[in-house]
C-alpha cells in the first residue's frame, strides 16, 4: 500500500506555495510517496491565483493529490477582513469535523498516514491529527528568528505585554537581533485578539510536536537556529528537533511567458528595480502617486506591479478592479518613463522576474517568500512592510543579514517620493548598495550549496523522508 504524507497549508500563495515545494521536494527523496493536501478556503483568498496554481500542480505533478475540505461559512463573530492572522487561525479550528472527518476517512480506505506537516496558523487542528495517531510536524512558512519569537511566548508573553505598550523600547529573543516594539509582527499590538491568543497557543504546541520543518536555510539564520536547537527558547520542554529545509520556492521554469519577462529582456543586465508587495499589498491612491514622482525622479529602470487602491477601511484584497492607471499615475508619467519603466497590472511573476539578469533591485514588502526568491536570484532590497511580521523581516535583513536597506516611513507608514528616490538611487548607485548587493550574492550561493548535494537543507530532509520510509 502506498505511503502518505499529508500537508495542510494555511490559505493564500505566500503559506500554499512553499508548502506545495515542500510536498515536491518529499517526493524526490522518495518518489514511492503519495503527497496529500488538504485546502481550505477563507475570505482572504478569493481563489483568483491559488485555483489557477492549484490545477497547474494537480498536471505537472500527479503524485501531488489536492483534497478540497466542504467549504464552511464565516463564524458569526468573524474577525476583520484585515486581520488575516485571526481569521486564519480561527478559521482552521472551524474546520475541524471536516478534517477529522477527511482523515478518517483517508485512514480507513487507504493507511494511516506516515506523518503530516501543518502549517502554523493550523495549530488550532494539531491535536485533530495527534488523536488519530499520525505524528505531526509543524510547517513554519515565516523565518526561523520569527519561530524564535513563537516559541519563547508561552514564557514571555507577560513581559511582552508590558513592553509592548512603549514604542521607545525594543523586545530580545534568543538568537534575534533586538526588535523595536513598533515592528513587532501585527498580532502583538492586540494581546486580547484572536490572533495572539492563537500564537500563545502555537507556541506552546509546537513543542509536543514531532519537529518542526522551516523555511530557511542554516547559513541564513545561524543564530537562530542555534538558539532553537539550544533549546533556548523553550525552557520548560525539551527543545523540538528542527529542520531547516529551504529555501523553498515556487518552479520558476514553470512560467515561460508574460509581457514584463519579454519587455526585461531589452533592458541592460542588472539595470532594472523591481517593486512588487506580496499577494496583498495594497496603496492609497496618494502613495501610488508617490511612488510614481520617486522613481520617476530617480533615474532608474523600473518594473512596477500596480495594484488598485483599497476602498475606505480596506488595507489588503487580492481582487480589485483593474486599476486606471490615467487616474492613478501623474499626468504624461507613463510617456514620460516609456522604453525605461514597465508598470504591470495586479501580479508579476515573481520568481521568475527576480531570476532575470536584467533585474538588479528589489523594492518588496519584506513578505518571506519574496525575501528567499530575491535572495535564492542574489538580487539586493529596499525593505517595505507592509502587515504580518514584515516589519520584523525587515530588521532582520537590515541588521543581522544585511542584504538589504530601510525605506523611512513618516506617521501611518507614508513613504515621500523623495524617500524611494534616495533609497533606489542608494541601493543601484552607492557604496552601501554595493555592500548589500556582495553580501546578497553570498547568501544565494549559500542557498545554492543548502539546497545542492550534501547541502544543510538537503541532507534535513532527506533524514526525514528516511525515517518516514523506516516507521
Ligand atoms: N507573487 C507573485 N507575483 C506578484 C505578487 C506575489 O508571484 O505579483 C508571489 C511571490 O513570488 C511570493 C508570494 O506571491 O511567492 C507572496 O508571498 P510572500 O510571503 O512574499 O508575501 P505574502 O503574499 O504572503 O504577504
Known amino acids: 500500500m502506498e505511503d502518505t504524507i499529508v500537508l495542510y497549508p494555511s490559505p493564500g500563495m505566500g503559506h500554499l506555495v512553499p508548502m506545495v515545494e515542500l510536498g515536491k521536494l518529499i517526493l524526490t527523496h522518495n518518489p514511492s510517496f503519495s503527497i496529500i493536501i488538504l485546502s481550505t478556503t477563507v475570505p482572504f483568498d478569493t481563489g483568483s491565483t491559488t485555483a489557477p496554481y492549484i490545477s497547474r500542480v494537480s498536471t505537472t505533478t500527479p503524485s501531488i493529490h489536492?483534497?478540497?475540505?466542504?467549504?464552511?461559512?464565516?463564524?458569526?463573530t468573524s474577525s476583520s477582513i484585515n486581520n488575516i492572522a485571526a481569521l486564519a487561525f480561527e478559521f482552521t479550528g472551524l474546520y475541524n469535523p471536516?478534517?477529522?472527518?477527511?482523515?478518517?476517512?483517508?485512514?480507513?480506505?487507504?493507511?494511516?498516514p506516515k506523518a503530516s506537516i501543518i502549517d502554523f496558523f493550523c495549530s488550532p487542528s494539531f491535536e485533530v491529527f495527534t488523536s488519530l495517531h499520525i505524528p505531526t510536524y509543524y510547517?513554519?512558512?515565516?523565518?526561523?528568528?520569527?519561530?524564535?519569537?513563537?516559541l519563547l511566548l508561552p514564557t514571555t508573553h507577560q513581559t511582552i505585554i508590558e513592553k509592548i505598550k512603549d514604542p521607545n523600547t525594543s523586545i530580545e529573543f534568543p538568537g534575534v537581533p533586538p526588535i523595536p516594539t513598533p515592528d513587532m509582527p501585527v498580532p502583538f499590538f492586540d494581546t486580547e485578539g484572536i490572533a495572539f491568543k492563537g500564537l500563545i497557543s502555537a507556541g506552546i504546541s509546537i513543542p509536543k510536536s514531532s519537529g518542526i520543518l522551516t523555511n530557511?536555510?542554516?547559513?541564513?539564520?545561524?543564530?537562530?537556529?542555534?538558539?532553537i536547537s539550544d533549546g533556548l527558547c523553550t525552557p520548560n520542554s525539551p527543545a523540538p528537533p528542527i529542520y531547516c529545509i529551504g529555501p523553498l520556492i515556487e518552479d520558476s521554469g514553470e512560467v515561460h511567458e508574460h509581457d514584463c519577462l519579454r519587455w526585461l529582456d531589452s533592458q541592460p543586465r542588472q539595470s532594472v528595480v523591481f517593486l512588487c508587495f506580496g499577494s496583498m499589498g495594497l496603496f492609497k491612491a496618494e502613495q501610488l502617486m508617490e511612488i510614481a514622482i520617486g522613481l520617476e525622479k530617480s533615474g532608474h529602470r523600473f518594473l512596477w506591479v500596480l495594484r488598485s487602491p483599497p476602498a475606505d477601511g480596506e488595507t489588503k484584497s487580492s481582487a480589485k478592479p483593474e486599476p486606471d492607471l490615467d487616474v492613478l499615475l501623474p499626468n504624461g508619467f507613463l510617456d514620460r518613463t516609456r522604453g525605461r519603466g514597465l508598470v504591470v497590472m495586479k501580479w508579476a511573476p515573481q520568481v521568475a522576474v527576480l531570476s532575470h539578469d536584467s533585474v538588479g533591485g528589489f523594492v518588496t514588502h519584506c513578505g518571506w517568500n519574496s525575501i528567499l526568491e530575491a535572495v535564492r536570484a542574489g538580487v539586493p532590497m529596499v525593505g517595505w512592510p507592509l502587515y504580518a511580521e514584515q516589519r520584523l523581516n525587515r530588521?532582520?535583513?537590515?541588521?543581522?543579514?544585511?542584504?538589504?536597506?530601510?525605506?523611512?516611513?513618516?506617521?501611518?507608514?507614508?513613504?515621500?517620493?523623495?524617500e524611494l528616490e534616495k533609497r533606489v538611487r542608494?541601493?543601484?548607485?552607492?557604496?552601501?548598495?554595493?555592500?548589500?548587493?556582495?553580501?546578497?550574492?553570498?547568501?544565494?550561493?549559500?542557498?545554492?550549496?543548502?539546497?545542492?548535494?550534501?547541502?544543510?537543507?538537503?541532507?534535513?530532509?532527506?533524514?526525514?523522508?528516511?525515517?518516514?520510509k523506516k516507521s
Not at 483534497?67 to 458569526?76: E, G, Q
Not at 478534517?99 to 494511516?112: G, P, V, W
Not at 532582520?396 to 523623495?418: I, Q, R
Open 395 to 418: 530588521v532582520l535583513l537590515v541588521e543581522e543579514m544585511k542584504v538589504a536597506l530601510a525605506l523611512e516611513e513618516s506617521e501611518g507608514g507614508f513613504v515621500s517620493a523623495d
Open 426 to 468: 542608494e541601493l543601484m548607485d552607492s557604496v552601501s548598495g554595493k555592500g548589500v548587493r556582495e553580501r546578497v550574492r553570498e547568501m544565494k550561493d549559500c542557498a545554492e550549496a543548502a539546497l545542492g548535494e550534501g547541502g544543510t537543507s538537503r541532507v534535513a530532509l532527506a533524514e526525514l523522508a528516511e525515517s518516514w
Open 98 to 112: 471536516n478534517l477529522h472527518y477527511a482523515l478518517e476517512t483517508l485512514i480507513s480506505q487507504k493507511s494511516r
Open 66 to 76: 489536492f483534497h478540497h475540505l466542504p467549504t464552511i461559512s464565516p463564524p458569526s
Open 216 to 227: 530557511t536555510f542554516c547559513a541564513f539564520e545561524p543564530r537562530a537556529v542555534k538558539a
Open 139 to 150: 510547517f513554519c512558512p515565516s523565518s526561523a528568528s520569527g519561530l524564535s519569537c513563537l
